[in-house]
């Protein structure tokens, strides 16, 4: 299985921008109020930053994935407790992400309908192009949908271009100072950092060093397109009402009225939550299936596919309701712990002690 | 590994065959009544009364056709209730298709309900997923809600509620969507308002609409109403005044002569000054507005510099009086900050407001404004002098 650069770039853009339009604003919203789009530029740095040590870490390690030289790196035992740390983050995070698109469709959509079909469908969606297409499958997906996700949002937001008040997103910074920005900056970090999956799947590419352009370049634009939703967002809707709500962005979208013509476009942002959603989960199934068969040293990652997607479904109905799925998992687990960990500290770690190592061969072999 | 394959292609098929059968959540068009129109009133016992004016697609071809029964193309249903849950149940008892709201063009509040308080049903209009922020609000003066939801069709339009919308959609009264109504009611530094309705007799059996009012609120209780022509220069406040028409006496009444002029203003803006003096803010606002001249009945000869200036002067004074006058009515007699002069301070004084939004209320009534109206008149038409003016 092969994937290209462009087919990274469009991964980690579809992926990152559709969540991170929907699931985040509003805890940037509720921290930084009017002020949330520099929470997003800072964001957009943070999320910069894992995308170098990521694409760093996985270029001195061409054709291996994460699991592979963790174990290289750290020996053994501790490499498979590191790893254990990252399984913890892939086998929950497909299911919350399952249950968040679940709930936006039950809200928006099917009210009645239970929510298990739902779930299920989207799970055999995923499972399909896991099984059939493996990640080049996948990649080409992106490489459809990604576009589609982009134009969408433009749409989205050049529509909204005549519901702006200017005066609502003043005043700028006066009101908050640098804490409550930083704070608000946290959560959407979280979620564009997702491009730390590229250690596992730089080893798929032909030339992984090429590929550090193209992470870049695909948390730029999800990153640049967040900031200016953002914007639009408080500019469209204003601070009063917006901590509110659950869906900013969705909601800018009902408000949209061209002539009295165009309006009711809540269409189109379905089409860009369930495009998204859809490429991170096949990724995350991928990564998880493919992770978990070379940890165990499984030969034929596919058939752990028949393991995960049921382990997901079922984890995916369980929670009660939208605040446990939501805010729960993103303020307990997400920030807290995977934030600096998963995304920032391990990496780092590994990247450190590597270079040690190659240096101290290089000495060795003087 | 032949036979896997097919199996599982054929529980794939399956699993899309069952699913394609119907959702568990569609509903036909024909089982949705379309609510165009909801209005909302205080019964004599304290409850609230909502009234939905329901569209009849197949009731619109038969009232095009004409000929026999005049039946109108809509449906109103009443009933009363303690919360807007409770009568949401009752009214789909009554009805044999679901409710629908998502097509809901206006919103009525009675003058009674909304001077009451309309917390009731505020919450409603957020959090469920049929409500559009498109949907005007406006206030019914002198009729209640009810009255004005059975009442039938307008000049132009079969459905009086669609009528109403285009009226609001055009944009010469004031008209305020739901979700600036909404946007209002959260903020510290704004207080709501909305359009009024009402309704005028010309005839025994043709009754027509009149908007033009404004209706003010303080939170979310309706406080009292501003007269058109102060509701102008609170147009011209906002910056919104394109194509309304003011006049003025711009000369005494002579022989011949009744000395108003009018004009249509085609660009308003305004600039305001906010300076935080003793603990209050003062505020010096600036409204300047473009016109041309609609109508000329004094002597004054447009052709002729002096006079013009003559003519803007004489608007300036008299619009700034209506603007004095619309002010002490918003911020002495309801005390609402219908324009948001507490947002503006929070951007221009943000420290100042973190400290004193929460006694706003108090300050606002009592913030010295000053004013000055700066009219220009760009274009006289077509003529230059009356035709009854001699030379």
Not at chain 1, 240 to 267: C, G, H, K, V
Not at chain 2, 17 to 42: K, N, P, Q, Y
Request: hydrophobic letters at 50%; glycine letters at 6%; a neutral charge.
């Amino acid at each position: 299985m092969k994937i290209s650069g462009i087919q990274i770039f469009w991964m980690i853009a579809a992926m990152e921008l559709g969540m991170t339009l929907l699931m985040t604003m509003t805890s940037s919203l509720q921290a930084a109020k009017q002020d949330a789009w520099i929470s997003m530029i800072i964001a957009g740095g943070i999320a910069l930053f894992i995308a170098f040590v990521a694409t760093q870490l996985a270029v001195l390690y061409p054709n291996q994935t994460l699991v592979q030289f963790t174990e290289t790196i750290l020996g053994k035992w501790i490499g498979k407790f590191v790893i254990v740390i990252y399984m913890v983050q892939w086998y929950t995070i497909i299911p919350i992400i399952l249950r968040q698109f679940t709930d936006l469709i039950e809200l928006l959509l099917l009210p009645s309908t239970p929510r298990a079909p739902i779930v299920i469908l989207m799970v055999l969606l995923v499972v399909y192009v896991t099984y059939a297409g493996g990640i080049d499958g996948i990649g080409r997906c992106s490489e459809v949908l990604g576009p589609i996700i982009i134009v969408m949002v433009l749409l989205v937001l050049f529509f909204s271009l005549n519901n702006i008040t200017f005066k609502q997103i003043l005043p700028v910074y006066r009101d908050h100072g640098i804490m409550p920005i930083f704070n608000g900056a946290l959560a959407p970090a979280s979620y564009l950092g997702h491009a730390v999956e590229f250690v596992m799947l730089a080893a798929f590419m032909d030339n992984p060093s090429k590929g550090s352009r193209y992470v870049y370049w695909g948390v730029l634009i999800a990153n640049v397109l967040v900031v200016l939703s953002t914007a639009m967002v408080v500019l469209t809707i204003g601070i009063n009402l917006l901590p509110t709500m659950w869906y900013p962005f969705f909601e800018m979208t009902r408000q949209i009225s061209i002539f009295a013509f165009i309006e009711n476009l809540d269409a189109i942002a379905i089409v860009i939550w369930i495009s998204s959603v859809f490429i991170k989960l096949a990724i995350y199934m991928f990564i998880t299936c493919y992770g978990t068969a070379q940890f165990l040293k499984i030969k034929n990652w596919r058939m752990l596919i028949w393991f995960v997607a049921p382990f997901v479904t079922i984890l995916a109905i369980i929670p009660r309701n939208v605040t446990q799925s939501t805010t729960h998992y993103l303020l307990n687990y997400w920030v807290p712990v995977v934030l600096p960990i998963n995304m920032i500290g391990i990496p780092l770690l590994l990247l450190i002690i590597s270079k040690i190592q190659k240096r101290r061969k290089r000495a060795n072999l003087n | 590994m032949m036979r896997m394959q097919t199996i599982y292609r054929c529980l794939v098929l399956l699993v899309f065959i069952i699913c394609l059968t119907g959702c568990w959540d569609s509903i036909e068009m024909e089982d949705r009544a379309f609510v165009m129109a909801s209005g909302f009133d205080l019964t004599e016992d304290g409850q609230v009364e909502a009234t939905l004016q329901i569209a009849l697609p197949t009731g619109l071809s038969i009232a095009m056709q004409g000929g026999g029964a005049t039946k109108e193309p809509f449906v109103v249903v009443t009933d009363k209730g303690r919360e807007g849950t409770d009568i949401l149940q009752h009214l789909q008892e009554m009805i044999s298709r679901r409710v629908f709201l998502g097509h809901r063009g206006v919103i009525i509040f009675g003058e009674a309900y909304a001077r009451e308080g309309i917390d009731e049903i505020l919450d409603t209009f957020l959090r469920s997923p049929e409500s559009r922020y498109t949907t005007f609000i406006l206030t019914a003066k002198g009729v209640t809600a009810k009255e004005i939801l059975n009442t039938p069709h307008q000049f132009l339009e079969e459905i009086p509620a669609l009528g109403l919308k285009k009226k609001q959609q055009i944009g010469i009264s004031l008209a305020v969507k739901l979700n600036e109504f909404l946007d209002a009611i959260a903020s510290d530094g704004k207080s709501p308002m909305t359009g009024v309705i009402q309704v005028l007799e010309k005839k025994a059996d043709q009754k027509i609409f009149k908007l033009g009012e404004a209706a003010v609120y303080q939170d979310n209780k309706l406080v009292g109403f501003l007269p058109e022509e102060e509701m102008k220069t609170l147009f011209m406040l906002r910056g919104e005044a394109e194509n309304q028409n003011l006049t003025a006496q711009v000369k005494p009444i002579e022989e011949g002569f009744k000395g108003t002029m009018g004009v249509r203003v085609l660009r308003s803006k305004s600039t305001i000054d906010i300076q935080i003096k003793d603990e209050i803010p003062e505020i010096m606002i600036t409204l300047e507005a473009r016109v041309v001249v609609l109508e000329n009945d004094s002597k004054l000869d447009l052709s002729k510099e002096k006079k013009l200036k003559e003519a803007e002067s004489k608007f300036n004074e008299q619009v700034d009086q209506r603007f004095v006058s619309m002010l002490e009515h918003i911020q002495k007699e309801f005390k609402a900050d219908v324009f948001g002069f507490g947002n503006e301070v929070h951007i221009k004084h943000p420290e100042y407001w973190k400290m004193n939004k929460d006694k706003w209320k108090k300050i606002y009534p009592k913030i010295p404004i000053s004013t000055r109206v700066d009219i220009t008149i760009i274009g006289i038409g077509r003529a230059q002098a009356p035709p009854h003016l001699e030379k």
